[in-house]
């Protein structure tokens, strides 16, 4: 027998992913937030995490811990189906995308990254303005 989900809420919200998603050949391509390379989902508490982490989190029937990553079987970032995300150590999942690591230019802006985060990922000033700008904007939208 599964333990009890310890977060009610995330079945809920794994379901409405899988609901909205496209089936595209053997994946379940997730339409949330298309403007992205990866689906985002929110979450109570004004949380914002990847769709596919929700996803796999529900099939594992316990949070996924942050020392671990989600790594998807198909390479489809925006896939949430299920039997293709398996959770890992990041230690783990870098090395599985080292190739990817050492790009030197933001694939959606085409300009160098200004730096690398804590984990190793290139970080691309105009995308993180645009974040920014987005994140501002819905709190405007929700404080009226």
Same mark, same amino acid.
């Given at each position: 027998?599964?333990? !009890?989900?310890?977060? *009610? #809420? /995330? *079945? ?8 909205? !998603?496209? &089936?595209?050949?053997?994946? /379940?391509?997730? /339409?949330?937030? &298309? ?8 979450? &109570? ?8 982490? #929700? #996803? !796999? ?5 316990? *949070?996924?811990? @942050? ?14 189906? *299920? ?7 990041? @230690? ?5 995308? @080292? ?12 300009? &160098?990254?200004?730096? +690398? ?11 993180? +303005?645009?974040?920014? !700008?987005?994140?501002?904007? +819905?709190?405007?939208?929700?404080? /009226?």
């Amino acid at each position: 027998m599964r333990p !009890a989900n310890p977060t *009610p #809420v /995330l *079945p809920r919200v794994a379901q409405r992913i899988l609901d909205t !998603a496209e &089936p595209r050949g053997d994946c /379940l391509i997730s /339409l949330l937030t &298309p403007s992205k390379v990866r689906p985002l989902v929110w979450l &109570p508490g004004d949380q914002q995490t990847f769709a596919y982490r #929700v #996803v !796999a989190a529900v099939e594992l029937n316990r *949070p996924i811990e @942050a020392d671990e990553d989600v790594h998807h079987l198909c390479e489809t970032r925006r896939c949430v189906e *299920p039997t293709h995300l398996v959770v890992q150590l990041n @230690a783990e999942h870098q090395e599985l995308h @080292a190739v990817e690591q050492r790009q030197a230019t933001c694939s959606v802006h085409g300009v &160098p990254y200004a730096f +690398r985060n804590e984990r190793g990922w290139g970080v691309c000033r105009a995308c993180a +303005r645009e974040g920014t !700008a987005r994140y501002r904007a +819905r709190k405007r939208g929700l404080s /009226l």
